[in-house]
């Protein structure tokens, strides 16, 4: 019997998700498990790529066609456990994708990208590795490890952590080391030295003194030497050259909260709702049942502290524990209380961090240095084990799917991997998405209710609806209400904030002479003006070009500018109020690292008194002395075609909303919009979760949408709109070989936005409640498509699309 892996390979150009089966060479057959990445040859010629082995069989060959052997492994442990691979299975069947690709996400970046790997002394290895491997040093490259007979012994070291992996991106080359000295003389040859020193060498004298102080293993920073002990650098090189001690480097966690200090705070006293919620799931995590609970709470009150009780009795009985945040409500503020109630267990994990910062951050968890992990979507994927809880916060947040393959939701991935841990799952928000909320209604979750707000007096904030056709105003911008509660605010040196969801000066410019506007020469879509960096920009593709100051159409000077953005409510700010300090955060403002935090700090010590920002300032930020709330146009996004813009409103109006009144002073919410009679804007001022709930799942009914219905997207795109268009018809007529009278297709029609980025879309839609050929044609569709994406034509299939824009 020999024995054989079962691999998943890369091969861009022609995916699958059947395994390839490689011989096991005698030299690692003691090294090749299951979840480690391989290196094998594949097709004519000397090509190589890498796979993922996900299963080693012994089988008899005698009668199987010659199989090529596995060349090396590219790691010194599984990256992937059985968990996760059995996880990528689903992912692919569910989502439409290729395996390979599936086990790709799961990984840091740092993993996919090219790399340079290190075999890194840790603890006491055995001296002939040291001296004959190591040769002395503390680390050494891989490839000479692999090709070493003392691999086998590698990875029992690796197992008991004495020795592990350095990971180097080749790119970026930002490893970060720090520099160490080790004393090397014993005390009697440091006592010898410093007799024959001369008198006067006064900094060596001291030096050998410290030396002798030092344990004969102990490393001490160069950096603390020289500041802390005052010793020079060149003493310490001329100590180096003579022998005294050596000079190291050593790789150092890249911390991203390594300067702030965490105050360690204690569990807050709860209410009667907050203890029955909590009860609810403390019962589900001691039984041990995988219950989803979806906690519907008001804004402000106190889901994330329920969250904190209830991991702390997850890591009281040894277990870990995961919270995923929507990127955008991953703010400084939602850090600090977890770091704060639970220190150095957190790992944090979003796009903020650099590529280095992410590795080290996941590396801590593989390690099990960690046991809380709080991060953005991706972060669904940790390596954690013996998961005891899984919390999905803000879980209605469309960011929680992925826009690109595998096309997942992060709250499914989560409910998956509580079922395989058998322990409970909270959904959290103030404004559950209907899917969510209806299977709480059909009792396949499990509802939670919180109604009151958990600060002690503090009750939800009044809400003002200002038709903007009727009321007066100071201008286009600002009615008179508003201005009036912002300069009350001034007087009262309290804060307010303000929320436009559209950055830049303005949207569009426009020729009053011909009509013409300045359109994206790549996409279907009008430039945005921003007046900070004098340029017209894309939003989609990113093009810019500077302002035009005659017309390029009639060459006219008639050229206006149209829309507001947050840019220009700034300026209109600065001019209305000039005695007000005002902050913007968007994107365009929170580009630079750190400056998101940044802001949000001069906010909460109260050096600004309006913050000004897009939707990315509505979610996740508690500051006591913010009194008022503006949405200055609470209709961007509700006529777009898109059967969720009414829910989107509704949510992106209350969750804003909440940011008022959250202290001991009474909030206040003003909503100017041109539509005040629509039930979305209407029941946001009654803060009715609830009667929304109702009326637009009768509409939805109506509608035949979801959760009434499932549905599925198929996108294609190619620089040819005639090709783009000829590919979805061809795919619509086999589809419906396949569908039942039942299924209702939509399409196909061009995209909303028809061309972006120079590429064509259109687009067809599935609406359906049972079509049991439907996975076979959808499956089929993604291998055959293959020969031609290599031609230029992209096929995309979204099950449960977020967005149809």
Same mark, same amino acid.
């Given at each position: 019997?020999?024995?054989?892996?079962e691999?998943?390979?890369?091969v861009?150009a022609?995916?699958?998700?059947?395994?390839?089966?490689y011989?096991?060479?005698?030299?690692?057959?003691?090294?090749?498990?299951?979840?480690?990445?391989?290196?094998?040859?594949f097709?004519?010629?000397?090509?190589?790529?890498?796979?993922?082995?996900?299963?080693?069989?012994?089988?008899?060959?005698?009668?199987?066609?010659?199989?090529?052997?596995?060349?090396?492994?590219?790691?010194?442990?599984p990256?992937?456990?059985?968990?996760?691979?059995?996880?990528?299975?689903?992912?692919?069947?569910?989502?439409?994708?290729? #395996?390979?690709?599936?086990?790709?996400?799961?990984?840091?970046?740092?993993?996919?990208?090219?790399?340079?790997?290190?075999?890194?002394?840790?603890?006491?290895?055995?001296?002939?590795?040291?001296?004959?491997?190591?040769?002395?040093?503390?680390?050494i490259?891989?490839?000479?490890?692999?090709?070493?007979?003392?691999?086998?012994?590698?990875?029992?070291?690796k197992?008991?952590?004495?020795?592990?992996? +350095?990971?180097? $991106?080749?790119?970026?080359?930002?490893?970060?080391?720090?520099?160490?000295?080790?004393?090397?003389?014993?005390?009697a040859?440091?006592?010898?030295?410093?007799?024959?020193?001369? #008198?006067? =060498?006064?900094?060596?004298?001291?030096?050998?003194?410290?030396?002798?102080t030092? &344990?004969?293993?102990k490393e001490?920073?160069?950096?603390?030497?020289?500041?802390?002990?005052?010793?020079?650098?060149?003493?310490?090189?001329?100590?180096?050259?003579?022998?005294?001690?050596?000079?190291?480097?050593r790789?150092?966690?890249?911390?991203?909260?390594?300067?702030?200090s965490f105050?360690?705070?204690?569990?807050?006293?709860?209410?009667?709702?907050?203890?029955? =919620?909590?009860?609810?799931?403390?019962?589900?995590i001691?039984?041990?049942?995988?219950t989803?609970?979806?906690?519907?709470?008001?804004?402000?009150?106190?889901?994330t502290?329920?969250?904190?009780?209830?991991?702390?009795?997850?890591?009281?009985?040894?277990?870990?524990?995961?919270?995923?945040?929507?990127?955008?409500?991953?703010?400084?503020q939602t850090?600090?209380?977890?770091?704060?109630?639970f220190?150095?267990?957190?790992?944090?994990?979003?796009?903020?961090?650099?590529?280095?910062e992410?590795?080290?951050?996941?590396?801590k968890?593989?390690?099990?240095? =960690?046991?809380?992990?709080?991060?953005?979507?991706?972060?669904?994927?940790?390596?954690?084990?013996?998961?005891?809880?899984?919390?999905?916060?803000?879980?209605?947040?469309?960011?929680?799917?992925?826009?690109?393959?595998?096309r997942?939701?992060?709250?499914?991935?989560?409910?998956?991997?509580?079922?395989?841990?058998?322990?409970?799952?909270?959904?959290?928000? =103030?404004?559950?998405?209907?899917?969510?909320?209806?299977r709480?209604?059909?009792k396949?979750?499990?509802?939670?209710?919180?109604? &009151?707000?958990?600060?002690?007096?503090?009750?939800?904030?009044?809400v003002?609806?200002?038709?903007?056709?009727?009321?007066?105003q100071?201008s286009?911008?600002?009615?008179?209400?508003?201005?009036?509660?912002?300069?009350?605010?001034?007087?009262?040196?309290?804060?307010?904030v303000?929320?436009?969801?559209?950055?830049?000066?303005?949207?569009?410019i426009m020729?009053?002479?011909?009509?013409?506007?300045?359109?994206?020469p790549?996409?279907?879509?009008?430039?945005?003006?921003?007046?900070?960096?004098?340029?017209?920009?894309?939003?989609?593709?990113?093009?810019?070009?500077?302002?035009p100051?005659?017309?390029p159409?009639?060459?006219?000077? #008639?050229? +206006?500018?149209?829309?507001?953005?947050?840019?220009?409510?700034?300026?209109?700010?600065? &001019?209305?109020?000039?005695?007000?300090?005002?902050?913007?955060?968007?994107?365009?403002?929170?580009?630079?690292?750190?400056?998101?935090?940044?802001?949000?700090?001069?906010?909460?010590?109260?050096?600004?008194?309006?913050?000004?920002?897009?939707?990315?300032?509505?979610?996740?930020?508690?500051?006591?002395?913010?009194?008022? $709330?503006?949405?200055?146009?609470?209709?961007?996004a509700?006529?777009?075609?898109?059967?969720?813009?009414?829910?989107?409103?509704?949510?992106?109006?209350?969750?804003?909303s909440?940011?008022?009144?959250?202290?001991? #002073?009474?909030?206040?919410?003003?909503?100017?919009t041109?539509?005040?009679?629509?039930?979305?804007?209407?029941?946001?001022?009654?803060?009715?979760?609830?009667?929304?709930?109702?009326?637009?799942?009768q509409?939805?009914?109506?509608g035949?949408?979801?959760?009434?219905?499932?549905?599925?997207?198929?996108v294609?795109?190619?620089?040819?709109?005639?090709l783009?268009?000829?590919?979805?018809? &061809?795919?619509?007529?086999?589809?419906?070989?396949?569908?039942?009278?039942?299924?209702?297709?939509?399409?196909?029609?061009?995209?909303?936005?028809?061309?972006?980025?120079?590429?064509?879309?259109?687009?067809?839609?599935?609406?359906?409640?049972?079509?049991?050929?439907?996975?076979?044609?959808?499956?089929?569709?993604?291998?055959?498509?293959?020969?031609?994406?290599?031609?230029g034509?992209?096929?995309?299939?979204?099950?449960?699309?977020q967005?149809?824009?």
């Amino acid at each position: 019997m020999t024995k054989v892996a079962e691999i998943i390979v890369d091969v861009p150009a022609m995916q699958t998700n059947q395994p390839y089966s490689y011989l096991i060479p005698d030299e690692l057959k003691e090294v090749a498990i299951i979840g480690m990445r391989v290196e094998v040859p594949f097709g004519q010629g000397d090509r190589r790529i890498q796979g993922f082995i996900i299963d080693i069989k012994e089988i008899d060959l005698e009668s199987k066609t010659p199989l090529k052997h596995i060349i090396g492994v590219l790691d010194l442990h599984p990256v992937l456990n059985s968990e996760l691979l059995a996880l990528a299975d689903e992912m692919a069947k569910t989502t439409y994708s290729f #395996k390979i690709t599936c086990l790709q996400t799961m990984l840091p970046s740092v993993m996919r990208s090219s790399y340079k790997k290190w075999v890194t002394l840790l603890g006491s290895v055995p001296k002939e590795i040291e001296e004959k491997l190591f040769l002395g040093l503390a680390e050494i490259e891989w490839e000479e490890v692999v090709d070493s007979p003392y691999f086998p012994e590698l990875l029992k070291l690796k197992a008991a952590g004495q020795v592990d992996i +350095r990971y180097e $991106v080749v790119t970026k080359n930002k490893i970060k080391t720090k520099k160490v000295i080790r004393r090397i003389k014993t005390i009697a040859e440091l006592m010898e030295l410093k007799s024959s020193l001369r #008198k006067n =060498a006064h900094q060596k004298h001291r030096l050998l003194l410290f030396l002798q102080t030092l &344990e004969e293993s102990k490393e001490i920073s160069l950096n603390e030497l020289i500041r802390e002990h005052d010793f020079s650098r060149a003493v310490i090189n001329d100590a180096a050259k003579a022998g005294w001690l050596e000079l190291l480097e050593r790789e150092i966690y890249r911390d991203p909260y390594a300067f702030q200090s965490f105050k360690q705070d204690y569990p807050l006293p709860l209410n009667a709702e907050q203890t029955e =919620a909590l009860n609810h799931v403390t019962v589900a995590i001691e039984e041990e049942t995988s219950t989803v609970f979806l906690l519907e709470g008001v804004t402000g009150s106190g889901k994330t502290e329920v969250y904190l009780q209830a991991i702390s009795k997850i890591l009281e009985k040894g277990q870990t524990a995961m919270m995923l945040v929507p990127e955008i409500s991953l703010t400084p503020q939602t850090v600090t209380r977890f770091k704060r109630r639970f220190g150095s267990q957190v790992a944090v994990l979003h796009s903020g961090l650099s590529q280095g910062e992410k590795y080290d951050e996941w590396r801590k968890i593989e390690r099990k240095e =960690a046991r809380v992990v709080v991060g953005a979507r991706s972060a669904v994927f940790a390596p954690l084990e013996n998961i005891g809880l899984i919390i999905v916060d803000e879980e209605h947040e469309s960011s929680y799917k992925q826009d690109e393959s595998p096309r997942y939701h992060a709250r499914d991935i989560a409910i998956w991997r509580a079922n395989y841990h058998h322990c409970p799952v909270i959904l959290g928000s =103030a404004t559950p998405s209907l899917e969510s909320r209806a299977r709480a209604q059909k009792k396949v979750y499990q509802l939670l209710l919180l109604k &009151e707000r958990a600060v002690k007096n503090a009750v939800l904030p009044t809400v003002e609806i200002i038709d903007m056709k009727k009321a007066g105003q100071h201008s286009l911008t600002f009615s008179d209400s508003l201005l009036e509660k912002l300069n009350s605010r001034l007087e009262k040196g309290e804060q307010s904030v303000l929320m436009l969801n559209r950055r830049g000066f303005s949207s569009f410019i426009m020729c009053r002479d011909c009509g013409f506007v300045l359109p994206c020469p790549n996409c279907d879509i009008s430039l945005t003006l921003h007046m900070d960096t004098k340029t017209m920009k894309c939003h989609y593709c990113g093009h810019e070009e500077r302002i035009p100051y005659r017309c390029p159409s009639c060459d006219g000077d #008639k050229i +206006r500018y149209y829309g507001t953005g947050t840019q220009k409510v700034e300026m209109e700010l600065q &001019e209305l109020l000039p005695e007000a300090r005002v902050l913007r955060m968007d994107v365009d403002t929170t580009r630079r690292k750190g400056s998101h935090q940044g802001l949000l700090e001069k906010f909460e010590t109260q050096q600004a008194d309006i913050l000004l920002g897009t939707q990315m300032i509505a979610k996740g930020l508690d500051f006591p002395n913010v009194t008022l $709330v503006g949405v200055l146009n609470a209709d961007t996004a509700l006529n777009l075609p898109d059967f969720r813009s009414s829910e989107r409103t509704f949510q992106l109006l209350t969750q804003v909303s909440g940011r008022a009144g959250r202290g001991d #002073k009474p909030g206040e919410v003003i909503i100017q919009t041109f539509n005040p009679d629509h039930y979305s804007i209407e029941l946001v001022k009654e803060q009715n979760y609830e009667a929304f709930y109702q009326k637009e799942m009768q509409l939805r009914h109506r509608g035949g949408y979801p959760p009434y219905f499932f549905t599925i997207q198929i996108v294609v795109s190619h620089e040819d709109e005639y090709l783009a268009a000829k590919k979805i018809f &061809e795919i619509v007529t086999e589809l419906k070989r396949y569908l039942t009278p039942n299924a209702i297709v939509l399409g196909p029609t061009p995209k909303s936005i028809a061309r972006v980025n120079k590429r064509y879309f259109y687009q067809v839609v599935i609406k359906y409640r049972w079509e049991p050929k439907l996975e076979e044609a959808l499956n089929q569709l993604l291998f055959d498509s293959q020969k031609e994406m290599r031609q230029g034509l992209k096929i995309i299939i979204d099950v449960e699309p977020q967005h149809f824009i």
